[in-house]
């Protein structure tokens, strides 16, 4: 929603999606790089764990999440992409595959199995 400045889309009542919705404020949007500081270095600042959390760098804890898609390459508008399985999406719908918690995976979706051998 920082991002594109809109609500999420959710189902209503009759079951069709709602269409249209109206941007909040252009002007304060943000960056996807931006996003993901809030989310992660500039939150670990703000517990004052900045030391040990907040980025993938040797001797952090290894906290991290593993995306099905580039988050950097999400555009503003609520286009639609096609995901590599050949489905598509809005931008901003992207799926976590894989969540590493202190180094151990803790969660792997079905069909990325093969992300444990990297680790």
Same mark, same amino acid.
């Given at each position: +929603? $920082?991002? &594109? /400045?809109? *609500?999420?889309?959710? +189902?209503?009542? %009759?079951? @069709?999606? &709602?269409?249209?919705? *109206?941007?909040?404020?252009?002007?304060?949007? =943000?960056?996807?790089?931006? +996003?993901?500081? $809030?989310?992660?270095? %500039? $939150?670990?600042?703000?517990?004052? #764990?900045? @030391? /040990?959390?907040? /980025?993938?760098?040797?001797?952090?804890? $290894? @906290?991290?999440?593993?995306?099905?898609?580039?988050?950097?390459?999400? !555009?503003?508008?609520? +286009?639609?992409?096609?995901?590599? #399985?050949?489905? &598509?999406?809005? !931008?901003?719908?992207?799926?976590?595959?894989?969540? =590493?918690?202190?180094?151990?995976? /803790?969660?792997?979706?079905?069909?990325?199995?093969?992300?444990? &051998?990297?680790?």
């Amino acid at each position: +929603a $920082a991002i &594109q /400045r809109r *609500p999420i889309k959710f +189902a209503k009542s %009759d079951g @069709d999606a &709602q269409e249209d919705l *109206p941007v909040w404020s252009p002007d304060e949007r =943000i960056s996807v790089e931006e +996003a993901l500081c $809030a989310y992660t270095s %500039d $939150a670990a600042h703000g517990m004052f #764990m900045e @030391d /040990r959390i907040g /980025r993938i760098e040797v001797g952090y804890f $290894a @906290d991290f999440t593993i995306l099905d898609g580039n988050p950097f390459s999400l !555009l503003t508008s609520p +286009a639609l992409e096609t995901t590599e #399985m050949g489905t &598509q999406r809005p !931008l901003g719908g992207l799926t976590v595959v894989a969540t =590493i918690v202190g180094g151990v995976p /803790r969660y792997v979706a079905e069909g990325y199995e093969y992300l444990l &051998q990297r680790l």
